[in-house]
């Protein structure tokens, strides 16, 4: 049940999917977002006390996943836990993200009030 929930997430924002190819197809946030069930399942992953999300730029995010990415983290910020891992630096987000911007906004977030522990 929990490995089908976080594989949907994880379509909702976008992980492991570039932007579709052809105009016809749609991402996993575009399709709740037209069925009207984007803003639930933002609130679904925005108050569990305590959110890990494994592996951060292993997969490729397309710009939708990487909007929707910063909105949860923004949201949960300063409200709740969250563990980050990811096997790329601080430097290498703005490339995951696809915007620079964006990645700076959410690192200043991250790094307000963590814990960093960094393991090579």
């Avoid at 976008?14 to 991402?27: A, K, L, M």
């Avoid at 709740?32 to 679904?44: E, I, N, S």
């Avoid at 601080?90 to 690192?107: H, K, P, Q």
Wanted: proline share 2%; charged share 20%.
């Amino acid at each position: 049940m929990y490995d089908t929930w976080l594989r949907t997430s994880a379509h909702v924002f976008g992980f492991g999917r570039r932007e579709p190819r052809d105009r016809g197809r749609t991402t996993g946030a575009q399709a709740l977002q037209a069925a009207g069930h984007l803003a639930r399942r933002l609130a679904v992953l925005t108050h569990p006390s305590l959110l890990v999300v494994d592996e951060i730029g292993y997969l490729p995010i397309n710009h939708t996943g990487a909007v929707l990415f910063f909105q949860l983290m923004n949201r949960r910020y300063e409200h709740a836990s969250t563990v980050l891992t990811s096997n790329k630096g601080f430097e290498e987000w703005g490339e995951v993200l696809g915007d620079e911007v964006m990645a700076a906004a959410l690192i200043d977030r991250v790094l307000h009030h963590c814990h960093l522990v960094n393991m090579r």
